[in-house]
């Protein structure tokens, strides 16, 4: 009998137990609808908002065959051009580099305001173009077909170009003002440009090569000695590389015109200078004479340009370049520098 009674105590036990996991399945099943229920009608709003709104917001994909990519500034992938590559790394090696006065100059141009009265006055006496000769000449033809004599008029004053003209008119002292740019290139014409000062100074020096030796210390020192010292030095034997920076067609025109007084400025760029006289690029021009009108609006200029840059000689004599350094570079000087302060401070406590 006793065990009888232990089984029906276990079966009403277990029918507990079943009953109690039942109540708990129910509630949790009942909290669960509930939760999804609540979820469906923040839906039901949320779709009801998304309804209202014109455009609504739509989060993008930007998988495979998904959103279009955004635009993004490719340049670092770019495979540029070797005269591109080449450009840039010449830029990269003059910031680099200790560049000396004589070249050095041609990096202080002239100011916006004052190029700006400057190219106001050179404009006025462009040259004539191929259209305006030809409707000239023909104009004289005709006059000369029907009169035995044609009337040649004056002389007409206009700006004159060309690097050996400019420099035979700074000799003669006929230039009144002379403008070079600052962007001439190539390296080549080093040695010819060489010649060209000392032929002027009346005496000849020969140059050993084209590219890598010259005869003379022109880059450094022309600008700070007169035909006459440069004679005396005529021994020394200065060494230029062939990526030296660009001014080297026109380096000795500064030091031409100080010594000659003949007032100069250093202008941005051949470009601008070659639309005056109908060219792509012009190196430098020299403006002989103006009208009467034109007078004091020179004056005034040279005046401007004089203080700019021939009496501030010496102190351009004295001036090197280059020697920036890139960003990287300056990161890790400032990081050891901030080190070596750590270190002095930990020594003094």
């Known amino acids: 009998m006793p065990p009888k009674n232990t089984t029906t105590t276990s079966a009403a036990s277990k029918g507990k137990t079943k009953g109690k996991v039942q109540t708990k399945s129910k509630a949790t099943s009942g909290k669960k609808v509930a939760g999804k229920k609540a979820k469906v009608e923040d839906k039901k709003k949320k779709q009801k908002v998304v309804d209202k709104i014109a455009f609504p917001a739509k989060p993008r994909s930007f998988g495979i065959g998904q959103d279009i990519q955004p635009k993004r500034n490719l340049g670092r992938f770019v495979k540029w051009?070797?005269?591109?590559?080449?450009q840039r790394q010449r830029q990269v090696l003059v910031k680099r580099l200790k560049v000396p006065p004589s070249v050095n100059q041609f990096t202080e141009t002239v100011n916006k305001a004052t190029a700006t009265q400057l190219f106001k006055l050179l404009q006025k006496y462009r040259p004539e173009d191929k259209a305006q000769k030809k409707d000239r000449l023909r104009k004289l033809a005709a006059e000369k077909a029907t009169k035995d004599k044609a009337t040649v008029g004056e002389k007409p004053v206009v700006l004159k170009f060309g690097l050996n003209h400019v420099t035979a008119l700074i000799e003669q002292r006929k230039a009144r003002l002379v403008v070079i740019a600052h962007d001439v290139d190539p390296i080549e014409a080093f040695a010819i440009s060489a010649t060209r000062v000392l032929i002027g100074g009346h005496f000849v020096l020969r140059c050993r090569s084209c590219f890598v030796k010259q005869s003379v210390l022109l880059l450094y020192?022309?600008?700070?000695l007169t035909l006459d010292e440069l004679a005396n030095n005529q021994s020394v034997f200065g060494y230029v590389h062939a990526t030296s920076p660009r001014p080297l067609l026109v380096v000795f025109i500064p030091a031409l015109?100080?010594?000659?007084?003949?007032p100069y400025c250093i202008v941005k760029s051949k470009a601008r200078l070659g639309r005056l006289v109908h060219h792509k690029t012009a190196t430098c021009?020299?403006?002989?004479?103006?009208?009467?009108?034109?007078?004091?609006?020179?004056?005034t200029l040279i005046d401007t340009l004089n203080n700019n840059y021939k009496d501030r000689f010496d102190e351009i004599r004295k001036t090197w370049g280059g020697q920036k350094m890139g960003m990287k570079t300056n990161h890790k000087l400032a990081e050891m520098a901030r080190k070596r302060a750590r270190e002095a401070a930990a020594l003094l406590h």
Not at 81 to 86: A, E, M
Not at 285 to 299: F, G, P, Q
Request: hydrophobic residues 40%; aromatic residues 4%; positive net charge.
């Open 81 to 86: 051009p070797k005269y591109v590559r080449l």
């Open 221 to 224: 020192s022309v600008h700070s």
């Open 257 to 262: 015109c100080r010594k000659l007084d003949v």
């Open 285 to 299: 021009l020299a403006l002989t004479s103006v009208k009467k009108a034109d007078e004091v609006a020179l004056n």
